[in-house]
């Protein structure tokens, strides 16, 4: 029995998995389809020659953008691939046209990465407005700020890398726009998991999360009337990832998008429920937030290194999570948390399980 009703078959296309894998926030689980279109690409390449054998795709390879671009709002001809949604940002702000010393609003989880990149090149970094004391971005206090100032552009986390809250993106992105404020994306935690048509000016991703793609195939898009003045052109690229990624959004667009939606947010709800409050444990987002991805607080006292030896200790039983440590988000405190982000075949014994195992752990 699974949580959600997509559990058996998301699970009968994949390998079974040697352990109760809750952590598609790091790495999904690729499925069969998946790691075929890698692996017969590769020999294809090794047959004919790799640009021959990229030749050959060219059509497959052109669906899957335009697939990939359904999905972000975006059409084929404005997305480029890197090898990560790390090296996207930075292909991005090494090729932005911006003053000395820009202005960056972010809100409060935005990604410690991502921070440590404005930092190295000088940027102003300052916090949106917060609505409620999970971190959801107030939108009518920020357009009020941007009555009286406006940054040069505001890069937003749609979901964190440690926390579940959803940010409110296509309405920030429509109060800067009216302000005439370009708005940049990261959307490495939300392609997949939820609704991620924005409107916004750039957005950028990875393949291996929720998609459940394989790794080292990032992706940027720049809209055509964006009011971010960058030129990206494409680079060398993995071929054979973009051919498993292109794969692995016709299985999701198969299932239908929305359904997928749906039904992680139930998930997220389930393992809320499930986990709140034991052994004194506490969920840090909304019960009815509309995402898988859950994050616990520790008990009262616990230290960075306690959180990780539970996170191990879970692994010796069969359970695989993150310490989400202070660094991936540190604007948005120092605590460490304990992350779960399973996906469609999540069982409820291993929420259970999960839940034994953590109220040991606790007071």
Request: one cysteine or more; proline letters at 6%; hydrophobic letters at 40%.
């Amino acid at each position: 029995m699974y949580c959600s009703e997509l559990g058996e078959q998301w699970h009968a296309a994949r390998v079974e998995p040697s352990i109760g894998h809750l952590d598609a926030a790091s790495a999904g689980r690729s499925s069969n389809a998946v790691i075929t279109t890698l692996h017969e690409h590769l020999i294809r390449e090794a047959r004919n020659g790799s640009y021959i054998a990229a030749d050959e795709r060219a059509e497959t390879l052109e669906a899957g953008r335009r697939a990939l671009g359904s999905l972000i709002g975006h059409r084929a001809e404005e997305i480029v691939f890197r090898d990560s949604a790390r090296s996207a940002l930075r292909a991005l702000l090494n090729t932005m046209a911006l003053p000395l010393s820009p202005t960056v609003w972010v809100a409060k989880n935005e990604f410690g990465p991502n921070l440590l990149e404005f930092e190295r090149r000088d940027f102003a970094v300052r916090t949106m407005p917060e609505g409620d004391v999970y971190g959801h971005v107030d939108v009518d206090s920020l357009e009020n700020m941007l009555q009286f100032e406006q940054p040069d552009f505001i890069h937003v986390c749609h979901i964190g890398s440690a926390s579940g809250l959803v940010q409110p993106v296509a309405k920030i992105v429509e109060v800067a726009h009216n302000a005439g404020v370009p708005v940049i994306v990261d959307m490495a935690q939300s392609v997949g998991h939820v609704p991620t048509v924005t409107g916004a000016d750039v957005v950028y991703g990875t393949s291996r999360k929720w998609l459940t793609g394989p790794r080292g195939v990032g992706f940027i898009a720049i809209r055509p009337d964006s009011r971010i003045d960058v030129r990206l052109l494409p680079s060398e690229s993995f071929i054979a990832g973009q051919l498993a990624l292109s794969t692995a959004v016709a299985e999701f667009l198969d299932i239908g998008q929305q359904r997928v939606y749906t039904e992680l947010a139930g998930i997220g709800r389930i393992a809320r429920e499930r986990l709140h409050g034991i052994g004194s444990w506490e969920v840090m987002e909304p019960v009815d937030e509309p995402s898988a991805l859950v994050t616990l607080a520790p008990p009262p006292g616990w230290r960075p290194a306690d959180v990780q030896a539970a996170r191990d200790r879970l692994r010796e039983i069969g359970l695989l999570v993150t310490a989400a440590d202070s660094w991936r988000a540190p604007l948005a405190g120092e605590d460490s948390l304990l992350r779960i982000s399973p996906h469609l075949d999540v069982r409820p014994e291993q929420l259970d399980q999960l839940a034994n195992a953590i109220r040991t752990m606790g007071y």
